[in-house]
């Protein structure tokens, strides 16, 4: 089955610093989306890629969908104690599987002040 | 809008009895996930609820059932539980029209099995 491998697992910077989550999937997606779970919460959808080679920004979080549509980033330019949290990739195969998710192993995100 | 809603939020079962959890979807949502996320496994898919049919599956034992009632509400049952079913169990909706297919996720149901 399909399986989205997330790299690394926990990543501590410095206030300011830029932080950088990769994924990678078994297959070839139809999209991809990006949550962020706080600690004692639940996950939040930051946003979905669907295109080929796509890059899309959100204030400081720039999200990019590789050329094959089987790996995608998420960069964060210098980072606040905001961004706290862990972040997750989830791989969609579209048609009338777009209900399920096969989510990455998530990020865990810890920001010095 | 009302967001996403699960009941109970705590629940503490013994090992061979069942449980019900229950996901109020956002209004208009006709789509319903539900996961299992542990911090060894992390987040699992457990099955997707549309129209009241059961539209796709993951990989977890036929103890794991759910339905979903005709106004999209929907339940998920675990039968004979075991010490590793102790986890959050997260249901999501989507509008399930077409793109984009973000889920919004209800706050949980945290389930302890002793």
């Known amino acids: 089955g399909q399986q989205v491998m997330q790299i690394p697992q926990y990543q501590h910077v410095q206030e300011g610093e830029d932080f950088t989550t990769y994924c990678n999937s078994s297959?070839?997606?139809?999209?991809i989306q990006w949550y962020k779970q706080r600690p004692g919460g639940h996950p939040v959808f930051l946003i979905q890629?669907?295109?080929?080679?796509e890059v899309k920004k959100q204030k400081r979080l720039t999200f990019q969908f590789g050329e094959a549509k089987k790996n995608s980033s998420l960069h964060i330019t210098a980072t606040q104690t905001t961004d706290v949290g862990t972040y997750f990739c989830?791989?969609?195969?579209?048609?009338?599987?777009?209900?399920?998710?096969?989510f990455g192993q998530g990020t865990i995100l810890t920001v010095h002040p | 809008k009302a967001g996403v809603t699960q009941t109970p939020r705590y629940l503490i079962k013994t090992r061979g009895q069942q449980v019900t959890l229950s996901c109020s979807p956002i209004?208009?949502?006709?789509?319903v996930s539900w996961y299992q996320q542990t911090p060894g496994q992390g987040l699992q898919f457990l099955f997707e609820?549309?129209?009241?049919?059961?539209?796709n599956k993951g990989n977890f034992p036929g103890r794991f059932s759910g339905r979903q009632f005709s106004n999209s509400r929907s339940e998920m049952n675990v039968s004979t539980l075991e010490l590793g079913d102790s986890a959050l169990y997260l249901c999501?909706?989507?509008?399930?029209?077409?793109?984009?297919?973000?889920?919004?996720f209800g706050p949980g149901t945290r389930l302890t099995v002793t």
């Open positions: 609820y549309f129209s009241e049919t059961q539209r």
């Open positions: 999501a909706s989507s509008l399930s029209s077409g793109p984009p297919y973000e889920q919004y």
């Open positions: 890629l669907v295109k080929s080679g």
């Open positions: 297959t070839t997606l139809s999209n």
């Open positions: 209004s208009g949502h006709r789509s």
């Open positions: 989830a791989g969609n195969a579209g048609g009338t599987s777009y209900g399920k998710l096969t």
